[in-house]
């Protein structure tokens, strides 16, 4: 790889990075225009038309707000922790296939499980140095559930796995030509998304914004900017899983424009779920990704496993 490729790489890096912003951006005023009609109100409407720059005084009023420190924090890991959690979440979008010369490589989906796994840490880490016991509680809440539907998503990642023998988020649009994934996984695709909506903490399962109980979770001694970066970090997840949903079991039609609606749709299907369903409890979301994901996502990745051998075994 010369010089100029490189540049190129830094280049579409940046340009798909600065994308997914602005793709943020509006996924947060999706949600409120979403959430607004489905309680029979407006949302956003007034800063500019139909509130199209609403996320944009939003970013200005946060980042220009003063910053607060709890007085007995560890100031440094206070400070760096959402700065590292939003960092890994846009670093995890560098393993999107790109048209030009990019970082979809061949161990693409090793390197999404490696990066998600990094950002439980990151959770903690800012529940932690807060020194408030609701923020602590709240980011262990969020890294116990977390750490569970981490294992409930790679096993049902393999059985996807298992069908294209590649770690290649690319050749999943190869082997989706003739007919989409999830038409026959129907059962996983379904326990992918729910997980997903586990994994990025979104209602029903969002244990670590319990109000009644912990006010804000891991976050609640954040402000200004700090608060922005995590808030940034969650709907950047948001996108990225619902694009990774696309690629797995929807086709993965990457070059089309059709990609980009299924996408937007899953994301809608995030937000329409958070103005639907109550929250769930926490004994049964444990209780679910112990005693029920993992046995079928386990039997599904047997099958499939034998499904392989078998083919092989025939062909050969």
């Known amino acids: 790889m010369n010089f100029s490729d490189l540049i190129l790489m830094f280049l579409s890096s940046l340009i798909l990075?600065?994308?997914v912003l602005v793709g943020v951006a509006f996924l947060t005023l999706l949600e409120r225009?979403?959430?607004?009609?489905?309680?029979?109100r407006k949302g956003p409407n007034k800063v500019g038309f139909i509130g199209l720059i609403q996320p944009?005084?939003?970013?200005?009023k946060l980042f220009t707000k003063e910053q607060t420190y709890p007085f007995m924090s560890n100031f440094n890991l206070y400070y760096?922790?959402?700065?590292?959690?939003f960092s890994l979440s846009l670093f995890m979008w560098l393993c999107m296939p790109f048209i030009t010369v990019n970082l979809s490589f061949n161990l693409s989906m090793l390197f999404f499980l490696s990066i998600s796994s990094l950002a439980v840490y990151t959770i903690m880490l800012a529940g932690w140095s807060s020194n408030s016991n609701y923020s602590l509680l709240g980011s262990l809440r969020s890294v116990a559930q977390t750490i569970s539907y981490e294992v409930s998503l790679a096993l049902i990642l393999l059985s996807f796995l298992y069908l294209i023998l590649s770690l290649n988020m690319m050749d999943f649009?190869?082997?989706?030509e003739n007919i989409w994934f999830v038409f026959l996984l129907l059962p996983l695709s379904f326990m992918w998304l729910v997980s997903s909506l586990a994994e990025t903490n979104r209602t029903p399962f969002d244990f670590a914004e319990g109000e009644s109980e912990l006010v804000s979770?891991?976050?609640?001694e954040y402000s200004s900017g700090s608060f922005a970066m995590i808030f940034l970090a969650e709907y950047g997840s948001i996108l990225f899983m619902s694009m990774l949903s696309c690629m797995l079991f929807l086709g993965g039609d990457f070059y089309s424009l059709m990609f980009f609606m299924k996408l937007v749709f899953i994301s809608f299907f995030w937000i329409w779920v958070r103005g639907t369903l109550p929250r769930f409890r926490y004994d049964k979301l444990m209780y679910m990704a112990w005693k029920s994901y993992l046995f079928v996502a386990l039997n599904y990745?047997?099958?499939f496993f034998g499904f392989k051998m078998m083919i092989f075994n025939f062909f050969i």
Request: aromatic share 18%.
């Open 33 to 40: 225009k979403v959430l607004g009609y489905i309680q029979i």
């Open 217 to 220: 979770g891991f976050n609640v």
């Open 301 to 303: 990745l047997i099958f």
């Open 17 to 19: 990075l600065i994308c």
């Open 56 to 60: 944009f005084s939003d970013a200005i």
């Open 173 to 176: 649009m190869k082997y989706q």
């Open 80 to 85: 760096f922790s959402p700065m590292v959690n």
